[in-house]
């Protein structure tokens, strides 16, 4: 299923069905990793500089201590860290979003069917549910197993509870989809108290933002090769 372009020479040149996306999520793999580093470089040098200052003082004790090094460290571990995986995860749910309804809109163009058809189904269902729904019974793709399709369920869990409950997990609509990733150590984690989630926000540590990454990078790929795959041999079969 790749596009077709003409060189200056009026060569045809294949296109990946799913070159864009792939690019998107190089970049979004790239960014993330980046801030991560700029905003611990930062920490480090904040802090150093916050003990010297510490470090100086006539007599200095603990309440010093409190006051010049514990603000900073306090300011990245509850403000900084915290918006930043935030963030990330809104910004890779986007990308999710754009360039899936994109691969769904070239899909249909293909089958010469209605284009905004996933819009259409995200009046009843999620997007990830909307998506599962028409891969598998409209456009008879197979490339993601149920438990892929959990995971994508999951991460949408993740970012539905940012936007709509301040990153709280027990007030989320399907709080039981956070829990599961909490369960799985991929550095979610929930402050609890004697088992019950205290209704705090939700901390998400560097290695949730890759294995988000990881996810979306193998929903495309695969999507990319089932694409490939299918239209290629409806091409070979209408020749």
Not at 38 to 45: G, N, P
Not at 88 to 101: A, D, H, K, R, W
Not at 135 to 160: C, G, M
Request: charged content about 30%.
């Amino acid at each position: 299923m790749d596009s077709q372009t003409a060189d200056p020479d009026g060569f045809n040149i294949a296109i990946p069905f799913n070159v864009y996306s792939a690019s998107a999520m190089t970049c979004a793999k790239n960014y993330v990793s980046l801030i991560e580093a700029q905003l611990s470089q930062a920490y480090t040098d904040e802090r150093f500089e916050a003990l010297e200052q510490y470090r100086r003082l006539p007599n200095a004790d603990e309440a010093d201590y409190e006051v010049y090094v514990r603000t900073v460290e306090r300011m990245f571990e509850e403000d900084f860290r915290p918006i930043l995986r935030f963030t990330t995860v809104v910004y890779l749910y986007l990308i999710f979003e754009t360039y899936v309804s994109r691969h769904v809109s070239e899909i249909q163009r293909r089958r010469n069917a209605e284009p905004n058809r996933l819009k259409q189904l995200r009046k009843y269902h999620g997007l990830v549910e909307a998506t599962q729904i028409y891969f598998k019974d409209e456009a008879d793709l197979s490339f993601f197993t149920d438990e892929q399709w959990q995971q994508l369920r999951e991460i949408e869990q993740v970012r539905n509870c940012i936007i709509h409950s301040a990153g709280i997990a027990r007030d989320s609509r399907h709080p039981e989809l956070i829990y599961n990733l909490e369960r799985r150590r991929v550095g979610l984690e929930i402050d609890r108290y004697r088992g019950k989630d205290v209704g705090t926000p939700m901390t998400l540590h560097q290695p949730f933002s890759e294995y988000c990454i990881s996810v979306l990078e193998n929903f495309f790929s695969s999507l990319g090769e089932a694409a490939q795959r299918a239209f290629s041999r409806k091409n070979l079969s209408s020749a």
